[in-house]
Structures are given as C-alpha cells and as structure tokens.
C-alpha cells in the first residue's frame, strides 16, 4: 500500500502528519503536485513534479495508484476516480469518503458549480483549524492500522 498526496492544495499541517506517519508505519507517501515540493530526506517520502496544466496532477495519480492505495484529496472528483480504482480516499479535514458521501459530495459539487456559473458567490471551505487536524490524524492512523491487517 502506498499514500498518494494531492500536494498542489494539502495543507502543510497535513503533509507533516503523513510524514510522521510514513516513518512510524514504514508505509510509502508520494506527494503530486505541477510545482516543486521539497520533502524530508527518507526512502519512504518522495515527490513527483508534473506538467502545469488541468488535472495533470489528478490524472497521474489516477494513472499509477493501485487497488488498496489511499489518496488525500480535498478534490472530489479525483476522489470519486480513485475509489473506482479500489483505493481509499481521506480528505485533508479528516473526512473518509465512501460510495455514498462521494455520490452526495459530487452532487452539491455540481449544485454549486452550476450557482457559480450563474454569478452566484459561494464562497470557499473555512480555514483548516485544529479540529480538522485531528480528525485527519485519527482517521490516517485507524485506517493504516487497519490496511496493516490485511
């Protein structure tokens, strides 16, 4: 099993986590994004720079994750391809999605891409605040315990 990271938009409180976490769990975590990122030296951790353009970062995760992998990703429609793919999906705020909140995710996502469309402002997530940070937290650590397992 290895960790994808949709690095362009985690926040850095995020990555630091995973590190920790790559570490401990002697698990792989490679960080995707279309910029530089620089990483801690490990064997476990690395990046991978892909060309600028739209969802080339999303689309080279998609092309190299494999069934059982785990993606952190706040982009729903990412998600939605890695889980179809056999991989498990954990937002940056600790939300683990599954069929059925990707289905409901994906709906409000078109619901608001379509009041935006119409001049409607709607706003963006709320800061990433200590709450999310542990809910991501609890949520890595139950589910690598339990892809340990298997």
């Known amino acids: 099993m290895q960790i994808w990271v949709d690095a362009d938009a985690c926040p850095v409180p995020i990555k630091e986590i995973l590190f920790r976490a790559a570490q401990r769990c002697r698990v792989q975590v490679i960080l995707v994004a279309n910029h530089y990122l620089s990483t801690p ?22 092309r190299l994750l494999a069934r059982g992998d785990l993606v952190i990703t706040s982009d729903i429609p990412l998600a939605a391809e890695a889980m179809e793919k056999g991989a498990h999906v954990l937002s940056p705020r600790g939300e683990l999605f599954n069929a059925d909140t990707i289905r409901a995710r994906l709906n409000m996502r078109d619901f608001l891409d379509t009041m935006r469309a119409s001049g409607m402002q709607t706003g963006g997530p709320p800061p990433l605040g200590q709450a999310d940070k542990k809910a991501f937290a609890a949520h890595l650590d139950k589910l690598l315990a339990t892809l340990a397992q298997d």
């Open 41 to 62: 030296s490990s064997p476990l951790i690395r990046s991978m720079q892909v060309s600028h353009g739209f969802d080339v970062a999303d689309d080279e995760i998609v």
